[in-house]
């Protein structure tokens, strides 16, 4: 069984290795060329990556992962966000959770939220210029989440 303390490592891991950023000689940051997580293949030029399932899960993800509404959906409000091509978001992690409590992995202060178990799913994108967690009820649409919480467990 995985913890969400488990879980938690693995998603820093990923995020690191995907917007890791060199200095350059002057001491200014440059982004470097984005590395890809161990099982990922890198994006094609000028399109997108395959998608890679969550590490530590064992969980190859669906063939149909951006064509998903709710996937398609995310995709499409990232690209919005970053002002980029949809073509540019890569799917950089997806997996079923479950989330530990009605906040689903995205507690907002000053909200009370339900102490039941959510079955649900966990959806990592990823821009040349960032990471973008979204969260969702399982077969619910996909919400972004700004500052999300490790409340979770994978395998949903």
Request: charged share 15%; with cysteine; proline share 11%.
């Amino acid at each position: 069984m995985r913890t969400p303390l488990r879980l938690a490592i693995v998603l820093t891991v990923v995020l690191m290795a995907t917007s890791a950023c060199a200095l350059s000689g002057d001491g200014a940051e440059s982004p470097s060329p984005t590395p890809t997580p161990p099982g990922a293949s890198s994006p094609p030029a000028g399109g997108t990556a395959s998608p890679t399932a969550l590490p530590g899960t064992g969980a190859a993800l669906p063939d149909d992962i951006r064509t998903r509404p709710t996937v398609a959906a995310a995709i499409e409000d990232t690209a919005t966000r970053e002002n980029v091509p949809a073509d540019d978001v890569v799917v950089a992690a997806w997996s079923p959770v479950t989330w530990t409590d009605g906040s689903m992995g995205c507690p907002k202060e000053g909200m009370s939220y339900t102490q039941a178990l959510v079955e649900g799913e966990l959806l990592i994108l990823r821009t040349d210029t960032g990471i973008f967690q979204y969260h969702a009820r399982t077969d619910g649409p996909f919400s972004y989440c700004e500052n999300p919480s490790a409340g979770y467990s994978v395998g949903g």
